[in-house]
């Protein structure tokens, strides 16, 4: 079983950035790849970026391709995502996910284990 605990969140104004940290416990850490999604009241779940296990591979979409990165360090079982440029648009509450498939993977439905969340608020 795997448990995910995302942390980070906060309230910015638009232009600054936030950095998402997920810490994983349980399963060997570098042997599922890790995605993170997010979800405002009454829309659907997007997705936001993408790891592969080794973190060789990554996957955005446009939305967030060049103002989000996603990263992995595997020594410390966390996953992190780096947002700039952060606007209006991004609130919404993000979410960790993890997969035993190779990824990226930018489908939800492909991951088995998903954190709580933590809420990003971003003012104009």
């Known amino acids: 079983q795997v448990q995910l605990v995302e942390s980070g969140g906060g309230l910015v104004q638009a232009g600054n950035s936030l950095r998402l940290s997920c810490a994983a416990s349980?399963?060997?850490?570098?042997?599922?790849?890790l995605g993170w999604f997010r979800q405002a009241p009454g829309q659907e779940r997007e997705f936001v970026a993408a790891?592969?296990?080794?973190?060789?591979?990554?996957s955005y979409p446009a939305s967030a391709k060049g103002r989000f990165t996603i990263s992995r360090d595997n020594a410390k079982n966390t996953v992190y995502l780096q947002m700039n440029s952060l606007k209006p648009e991004d609130t919404a509450g993000y979410y960790c996910?993890?997969?035993?498939?190779?990824?990226?993977?930018?489908?939800?439905?492909?991951?088995?284990?998903w954190g709580r969340g933590t809420q990003v608020t971003v003012s104009s």
């Open positions: 996910a993890a997969s035993f498939l190779l990824g990226p993977l930018a489908d939800h439905r492909q991951y088995a284990y």
């Open positions: 349980g399963g060997t850490f570098s042997s599922y790849s």
């Open positions: 790891i592969s296990r080794s973190g060789g591979r990554t």
